[in-house]
Structure formats: C-alpha cells, structure tokens
C-alpha cells in the first residue's frame, strides 16, 4: 500500500502527471455528467463534442512542449542530480560549441610526437649507459640483457608513432590506401596540395622516402603503395635532396606516396620494375636498401 501511495506522490508531483491527471479528471466528470443529467440534446451534442475535441486540443498543446519547451516537463525528483535541473534553464550550458576537432587533433598529435622523441632520446640513453656498465655475476648479467631488450622493444614501439605516411590526395582513392596504413598502424594521413594545379593521373608516380624511416616500416609502405597503385615507379631518399635550402628535419621522417613525376624526371631517376619493388621487400640492412635504390639514380643527379 505504502508502494502504491509513493508512486501516485511521484506521479502527481510531475508535471507530465498532473497534465494525465487533469486529462482524465475532465473527461471523466464530462461523461458522468452526460449519463446522470437529464440534458437536452444540443447541451449532451456540446458536452460530446468537447469530449472528443479537448483531448486534440491538450495533445497540440503537448506537442509545442515537448518539441519546444522539453526541459519544463520534469521535476527536479527526475533527475539524479537535481543541479542538472537548475543547469536545464541555463542557457550558457545549453549552448552548443563548435569544436574543431581536426585542428585540435593535429595540435596533439604534434605535441604527443615531441614526448615520444624525448622519451625516446631517454630510452636510447638508458640503454647506453646499461651498455657501459660492466657486472661481475652472471645473474646481474641477465637482468641486463634482459632489460636492454626491453627497452629495445619500447623504443621500436615507439618508432612506429613517430614516423608518418602520407598519400597525395590527387591519387584516387588516397584515404582507402590511409585506411591500409593505419590498420598496420602507421600515423598516416591524406595530403591535400595548397594549390589546385592541374596534373594528370600519371603525373604523381614517385615515392619520396625520409632516410631516417625503420627498415620494416620502408619495406610495409612500400609493398602496400606499390599494390595499390601499380604506376608507381620512382623513389627518392630524403638525404639525397641537391638545394640552396636546408630541407625540414621532418620529411626524413616522413613516406609520401605519390610524389611528382615531373620532380623525379628532374632529379634524373630511373623508374623501377616489378622485380626491383619485390627486391626491396628482401633486404634485411636499411642501409643496403638505400644503396639499392641510389642505384637508379642517373649520373646527372
């Protein structure tokens, strides 16, 4: 009983409750009022008629609330925290803000890779001094080593984040190839050109790779791109760049995928086959693999 008594003081304390209540009070009494009296017929045509139309009215009425003015319907008891019914007719917190969330992200993602290449630094310094330290007992020997290959580890994990590919957005379907990337989890995104300029599809069949990228990294990109754009041909290593200007410590970091054809003809390289892109694959030394493909490299360059 005591159940039943605290829900009807729930139901009626709601403004949604009272409105029901009101509904049925009406109707109610309307209809009692129809069957006891002895009304004559257009008084009982209007007391129908106000039956079946005030219902229509109250909904009308109910909809503009709830489309319009939704946060008047509930009592403060509704909500977990009764601030949020206070905060419910704030209009500073009910505003909405928006966030841009690219920029936000690229902000973090630059600030986030300068922390990796500083704990990284720490990593490889920790491993070195690890190195210098000589024990006498085999047991503190193994903890060493094992320890080193825990950092090893750590740092190649952290590797993985700090380098980056980026897809020419020319190329078609640049953000499947993005997608690829990053399931293997590579930072990875779409390069948009600053400037519009017309070029052809055969017109970005170069690979600009940064010479400080991991061999395993070099050989996944390359593999990937490769079979997802068969047209390309030409690759170039970041060091190998002839200017006046010193180029950005990035783009040594850095795998582009679809770089100018017009840009690898002037630089005077030899396009790769098939079977030199399946050759790559097999190197097991970074730096031979630069050699390898210094090797289409022409003379004039």
């Not at 209809?31 to 257009?42: G, T």
């Not at 630094?121 to 070195?128: I, P, V």
């Not at 193994?142 to 700090?162: C, F, H, P, R, W």
């Amino acid at each position: 009983m005591k159940d039943k008594l605290g829900e009807f003081k729930a139901f009626i304390n709601n403004p949604l409750g009272i409105i029901g209540l009101f509904l049925v009070l009406v109707d109610g009494i309307a209809a009692v009022v129809i069957i006891k009296s002895q009304l004559n017929y257009s008084l009982n045509l209007i007391l129908v008629l106000f039956i079946v139309l005030f219902p229509i009215v109250v909904l009308a009425i109910f909809f503009r609330l709830v489309t319009n003015h939704h946060n008047k319907l509930y009592a403060p008891s509704d909500y977990k925290d009764e601030n949020n019914f206070i905060r419910s007719f704030d209009n500073r917190t009910q505003s909405t803000v928006d966030v841009p969330v690219l920029e936000y992200y690229q902000n973090a993602n630059k600030q986030l890779n300068k922390e990796k290449m500083q704990l990284n630094r720490s990593l490889r310094k920790l491993k070195r001094q690890i190195g210098k330290v000589n024990y006498s007992a085999s047991g503190y020997k193994q903890d060493t080593e094992k320890t080193s290959v825990k950092i090893e580890k750590t740092g190649n994990e952290m590797n993985k984040e700090l380098y980056k590919v980026s897809v020419n957005g020319k190329k078609p379907q640049a953000a499947m190839l993005v997608n690829q990337y990053e399931r293997l989890g590579f930072v990875s995104e779409v390069y948009k050109p600053i400037l519009n300029m017309e070029e052809n599809y055969d017109a970005q069949e170069a690979i600009w790779l940064g010479n400080e990228v991991p061999l395993e990294m070099v050989q996944a990109v390359i593999k990937a791109a490769h079979e997802f754009y068969p047209d390309l041909k030409y690759i170039h290593i970041s060091s190998d760049i002839i200017s006046r200007d010193t180029p950005p410590d990035y783009i040594h970091k850095e795998i582009f995928v679809g770089g100018s054809t017009d840009t690898a003809e002037k630089r005077y390289l030899k396009a790769l086959t098939n079977s030199d892109f399946d050759e790559i694959i097999e190197f097991k030394d970074l730096n031979k693999l630069h050699e390898f493909i210094r090797s289409s490299y022409c003379n004039e360059y």
